[in-house]
Structure formats: structure tokens, C-alpha cells
């Protein structure tokens, strides 16, 4: 049972996602706000016409990359803690994207990696360079926490159905994470973060008959490339917020969107799930079979306030997914946008 702090408040601020998309529209009751909007309240105004002022805002805006990070924060009373959700692929468009909305990396508690992937690992070390570094200048005494699954492989990839693999990069070394100032705690179990405020699951307990895991991966050890569908290190990410619910982080959904979001309500003592966000991984041919069921469970089963899905969730799926829940409970991921969670 997990046991963490109800808070006041979640906001969750997608830093790196697949796509970007800041022109349409949000359905009335879902809890998210366009990159442009957030970024308008920020943004000085070059001049005024006809008393209107003008800000220049689309040499601004986020740049979409094929990978997954999220900001979160939670806020209870006065107290606010903030961590990451993966980091992507690549430090720089990470830092860009941090830069652009204007994150204090200096808040930045700890990172958590959902799983080893390159597009959700590759920026470890230049990212946290740059936060430990920010927490320094800050005077922040405490280190930068990266938490990780023990069992790092050295590399991942699929095999093609044409014989080949198509390989990720290597994954960063627990070596070069310390070295750029992160003090590494390794988590196989489930276990709370930030005084309480996020729980970190362990492994996803596989209940549906039809996720089995991701169609022809494998992972490499030295030399050896191993069979590897259900990629047992994955884990997600929850928070509780008063009178919402638990919301879910699901980075890739190997295990299944459905099991990790049933595994959350079993965790939270079956309180209602508020927002499922992240890669639901019903992408690929293979895959797509999954789409109707997930569907349908998420549903009836789940019945989650809001599906966020982004990242690895491929577009027939998310049309699935807009015709089942929208409007009102649809709010799909991009980069740069904002979901404020706040406790009723």
C-alpha cells in the first residue's frame, strides 16, 4: 500500500515529448494549459497597439523530440517539492526546452528513471550536470538524488521482423551519472519520494491477458542479445491529490497502460484514478492489436479522469483514445504543456 502525503496540488509540465501542438483546443474540464498560454504570462510585451500589447511568442515554444520528461511538483500547504520523470535522449534538447520554460533547476529534488531506454535515459548525465550544478550555485546543500532500477542493461533494441536489430544507444553508466553530480539511489521496490509526496512503483504486476510486452525486444548484456518482451524494470510514477485522486506517470507502458494504472489504484487502496499521462505504447503493427481492449479497459476498469496519452502512443491509438473519451477526458501530451491538478 503506498503511503504518501494527499497533496493540495500536482502540476505536471512536459518537457520532452513527441510532438508539439499548442494551437488546439483544451475541452472544458480537462486540467491542462496550451505552451503558449502558460508562456503568455510570462512574456514581456515588445509594444502596444491600439492598446494591446504584443508579445512575441512563437520563437519561444519547445522543441518535440522522440522521447519523455516530465517536471512534477506537489504542493501541500506551503510546502513544495519538485522532481523529474525521465530526461529523454538528448541533454541539449533538454536543457533548451528547461530554458525555455523557465525551470529553476535548482528545485529539482530528484530524478526518476521509469526505465532503461535511451529516449527516456540518454540526457542523464548532461541533465543532471546541469541540475546538480544549478543546486550548487543555489547553496542547496542536499544532492541530487537519481533513482534508478538496479538492473541496467548495457543496451536495448528490436529485432525486426527482417532479421536485423534496431538498437537504442547505449545506456548512460551508473559511473558517468555520479561523475556529473548525482547521488545515485538504485530501487527495485516500491518506495515514496520527496517527503512523501510521489511514490515510485516496483515492478508492474501483469494482470490483462493481452499486454504482454513489447514485440520483439531484447536486451544486451556484453555480447549477448537476450529476449526480453516484458521489461520488468519498468516502473511508474503517482501522486495523490485531495479529492481528485491518484495520477499515474506511465513513461512507455511496456507492462500495459492498463496494468500500471490498475497496479496505482491497487497501491492507493482503489481511490479513483485522476490523470493516466505518459506513452501507452500501442504504436507498431504488432502492437495496434492492443488498441481495442486498452480501450475498453481503460473505460471500464480504469476509469480514469483524463487520458493524457503522448510519446510512444502513436496516432491510431490516440484517435481510438479521442473517440472513447473526448470531450472531457481527453487531453493528449505534448511538449510544453502544463496539467494543473488541484485538490477539491
Known sequence: MASVTELDELRLLVVVDNETDTLSSIDAGVPQIPEAMHLVGRTESTREIDGAPCKVLFDRLCCAGHGFSVLVTGRKGDETHSMLFDVGP??????????????DLATIEVIFLSHWHFDHSGALPAVVAVVADARRRAGVDAPLVVDLHPDRPDQRGIKHPLGMFLMLAPEPRFEDIEAAGGRIAKHAEAHAMCNGFFFGSGEIP????YETGLLGHHTFVDDKAIPDPLILDERYLAAHVRGRGVTVLSACSHAGVVNAALAAKAAFADVAVDTVLGGYHLSGKGMEERIPATVRDLGGRVDPRVVAPGHCTGWRAKAALAQAFAPGRYGPSVVGSLYVLAAE
Open 206 to 209: 501483469r494482470v490483462t491477458d
Open 90 to 103: 538528448y541533454g541539449d534538447l533538454w536543457k533548451d526546452n528547461a530554458s525555455r520554460l523557465d525551470i
